[in-house]
């Protein structure tokens, strides 16, 4: 199968009440395209990283209680998970698609992100598209836009990445999940090629 886009159910998947029914309308609805975008881009992130990259869409295992607000697949150079090493998400919150660079707070990486950002916030500020967003916490929808960040805010991020434990970052793209083109499996591919490629210099300056 290739892969279709999205389309307005998969996002009201978010507002079905309940942790067992919101887990079986997202295994039904989305999870498959997840699957389906992991392994489609898998190839070209191995080649655009220069080795090998593996998916992993997400499973909420630990979820008891609270249903998820957000699902998502990720891609990093190990084959048995993410979340200790820099990454690239695709996912969604009921609001928007994200297509994202992270280093979460299970990442030793972190440490070294933080050095670049406080060393020299100015590069990453001219790397990163003013209409990207910059986010400190995976669990929350909002973000900060590029162009509204400043280098002191960057720096900022560098010193709490490196002093709070819990810290973490991410960087990427929002497409509202109204946008046309997220029912269009050919052109959003074409989307989510170009921004990780845009992405790629912060992947690089997190070894």
Known sequence: MSFTGFTQKDFDVFQVPGLEHRMEALIENVRPKLTIL????APFLS???GEEIFPHVAKHAR????????????????????????????????THLFIIFAVIYESPNKLQFA?????DPSTIHNLV????YWSTDHLDPKGTLNADTSQDDLQAMGTKLSTVKKAEIMCGL?????????????ELLTVI???FEQLLPLYKMSF
């Open 38 to 41: 992991g392994a489609e881009l």
């Open 47 to 49: 080649a655009l990283c």
């Open 63 to 94: 979820r008891k209680v609270n249903p998820p607000n957000d699902t998502w697949v990720a891609w990093a150079a190990n084959k048995r998970g993410y979340k200790a090493l820099p990454h690239f998400q695709v996912g969604m919150f009921e």
């Open 115 to 119: 050095k670049q950002l406080n060393s």
């Open 129 to 132: 598209p003013d209409h990207f």
């Open 174 to 186: 929002r497409i509202n999940h109204d946008d046309p083109i997220l029912q269009n499996g050919e």
């Open 193 to 195: 090629h170009s921004t």
